[in-house]
């Protein structure tokens, strides 16, 4: 049963170079058409996700933060009707660092919002500039002192491994970002994504990326600076303290079902992948043409969902219980992953296991795209 709902919001002042998000620009918005449409796919969901009492509601974009808090306030009212909610419900809404969005800080807490995370992504204008932000750096932490004191847990991204950027940049500004004391931090290495701007702008010549060497010297920077802070890694580019990490997208990373409704949103539930329309205009039409925005709805073989828990979980230091996952698909041990791939990777130091938990090592994490479809068995999406 689903326990988590993500509510997407695909509306952004401006496209990063960098994102390959679901985000739009318009010029004009029509909140009150939106609140119903977002409401409704909400109801169409609900009587097919069942009523179990939500842990996490997730507010992703685009931008977030630039939806009236009184929308924020009724799509969790809703909510709470349709679902109810936990008693300790962890309420999350991205949201950008610009000082007309942290004005309505505090009127989202008001509204609900007990989290947020803010796209900081770099403490230097320079750095800004190149990644298309339209806040400065002193704009962006002036948003982030707002933030602490209005909602009760508070995490921000920064971007790294820039073209350039040096073990000095990066410890200067992650040793900053440690200062200011927030509970969580979201450390990503620059990635060019397809279809970016940055793609097209890479493959023009007018940057070359940082080289892969170089990257993984940041990422173990970041590994040892975090840690000496007390905020370390419990998933390959997230940080929290103990009893801090984001509760919602651990669902994710622990292959439990959750809802997603508004453009482009996925959900998955009871074995079936749902997926809305990923242009705005289409996704309301279809919402108000027959009450839901959802595209397709396809049900995930069993050796395919054993297979995405596997490439999820072991994201995660925690990693996976093999015997859990096992007894949840009808699998055994042998079926989920290539026992010879474990010895070596084992043997390397890249993976451990201790009973039947198996996880990625410090020392594989930086390894983890190469090491993945060596443990995942061959045969697992047949099975």
Excluded at 155 to 162: E, G, K, M, P, V
Excluded at 167 to 184: I, N, V
Excluded at 247 to 275: C, E, S
Aim: hydrophobic share 40%; net charge negative.
């Amino acid at each position: 049963m689903a326990r988590a709902l993500y509510i997407h919001w695909p509306f952004c002042l401006k496209k990063c170079p960098y994102c390959d998000f679901n985000s739009h620009v318009r010029d004009e918005v029509d909140v009150e058409r939106w609140q119903a449409a977002l409401l409704a796919d909400m109801r169409a969901e609900t009587e097919l996700a069942g009523g179990e009492a939500l842990e996490s509601v997730f507010f992703g974009g685009g931008t977030p933060s630039l939806m009236p808090p009184a929308l924020v306030g009724a799509l969790l009212d809703g909510a709470q009707k349709l679902w109810g909610f936990a008693p300790d419900i962890e309420i999350t809404l991205e949201a950008n660092p610009s000082s007309v969005e942290a004005s309505n800080f505090a009127d989202l807490a008001l509204a609900g919002v007990n989290r947020t995370s803010l796209g900081l992504q770099a403490l230097d204008d320079a750095q800004l500039r190149f990644l298309g932000r339209l806040h400065d750096t002193q704009e962006g932490l002036n948003a982030l002192e707002v933030a602490q004191k209005a909602f009760k847990r508070v995490s921000f991204d920064l971007i790294y491994a820039l073209p350039g950027h040096s073990p000095a940049d990066w410890e200067r500004d992650l040793r900053q970002a440690l200062s200011y004391g927030t509970s969580h931090l979201s450390l990503y290495q620059l990635t060019i994504e397809p279809g970016t701007r940055f793609a097209t702008m890479v493959r023009q010549g007018d940057f070359e990326p940082l080289d892969d060497d170089a990257a993984a010297d940041l990422y173990e920077l970041t590994q040892q600076l975090t840690a000496e802070a007390g905020i370390p890694a419990y998933e390959i580019s997230n940080h929290a303290k103990p009893g801090e990490e984001s509760r919602h997208n651990l669902t994710y990373w622990r292959y439990l079902d959750y809802v997603g409704i508004g453009p482009g949103a996925h959900g998955r539930r009871g074995g079936m992948a749902t997926q809305r329309h990923r242009k705005p205009e289409n996704w309301l039409a279809a919402v108000e043409e027959r009450g839901s925005g959802n595209q397709s709805e396809i049900a995930i073989p069993t050796g395919e969902q054993a297979s995405e828990a596997l490439l999820m979980g072991l994201r995660l230091h925690e990693g996976i219980d093999l015997a859990v996952l096992g007894a949840r698909f009808g699998l055994d041990a042998g079926q989920l992953v290539d026992g010879d791939e474990m010895a070596q990777l084992e043997a390397l130091g890249f993976v451990s296991r201790n009973g039947n938990r198996l996880a990625v090592t410090a020392q594989g994490m930086p390894l983890l795209d190469a090491i993945l479809p060596r443990l995942v068995h061959d045969g697992l999406v047949s099975a």
